[in-house]
């Protein structure tokens, strides 16, 4: 059974930086192809993606919040973490973690339930 | 603003075939990866529907089929329910090695 979940604070302040933890079960990271990534959704608003971590490591980060964004994993932990530096309010959104099992371009089946992430002051 | 072009809403009654449409360019789904679709009900994760060559997750009705062609891909819900009521998303790969959104669209059962 695949599962996904996200921690993380609820509130943070402008400026400050975003850690957020994906903890899941049900597969490993290790896998050849295996990735999970990140995308979050502002309140009423569209899914954007963020990030993308593979079993090789290989990080993939998105364009217009690259300079920003830090994902590694803990395969030990069975563990992917999301750094975001300078948050600002229009960061507000909620987060999720995804598994995609079809390496790069593929399709995020399992999704965490999503952590929502407040900037202000 | 997304990379894929959704329209925001669609409506049918019940019984009916309605289609969603998703356009990108020749760096998404012009370059032939493929289209993927979620629905995501009110205040819960989005759940994959469709994904590859119409492949479809269990317990996912075959009363949803997906279909792609050039720069553009569409969803086509027959026999419409009340239940299909949601947002609708699609995803794809880009060449810039990004994956890529719709702004999504609200299917509306009238």
């Known amino acids: 059974q695949v599962t996904l979940r996200e921690s993380g604070p609820a509130l943070v302040k402008p400026t400050q930086t975003l850690t957020l933890t994906c903890t899941f079960s049900?597969?490993?990271?290790?896998?050849?192809?295996?990735?999970v990534g990140w995308i979050r959704q502002p309140p009423g608003k569209a899914l954007e993606w963020l990030a993308v971590?593979?079993?090789?490591?290989?990080?993939y980060y998105s364009a217009s919040l690259k300079t920003r964004l830090t994902i590694s994993k803990d395969t030990s932990k069975d563990e992917v973490v999301l750094t975001m530096t300078d948050m600002d309010p229009v960061d507000t959104a909620t987060y999720y973690c995804a598994r995609n099992p079809a390496a790069v371009a593929g399709y995020f089946d399992y999704w965490g339930q999503g952590t929502l992430v407040t900037v202000s002051s | 603003q997304s990379v894929l072009t959704q329209p925001p809403s669609v409506s049918g009654a019940p019984g009916q075939r309605v289609t969603i449409s998703c356009t990108g360019s020749y760096s998404n789904i012009g370059a032939g990866f493929h289209v993927h679709w979620y629905q995501q009900l009110p205040g819960t994760a989005p759940k994959l529907f469709i994904y590859?060559?119409?492949n479809r997750p269990s317990g996912v009705p075959d009363r949803l089929s997906a279909s792609q062609s050039g720069t553009s891909a569409s969803l086509a819900i027959t026999g419409l329910q009340d239940e299909d009521e949601a947002d609708y998303y699609c995803q794809s790969y880009d060449s810039s090695l990004s994956w890529v959104f719709g702004g999504g669209t609200k299917l509306t059962v009238l």
């Open positions: 590859g060559n119409n």
């Open positions: 049900g597969f490993s990271l290790t896998t050849s192809g295996m990735c």
């Open positions: 971590i593979d079993a090789d490591d290989d990080k």
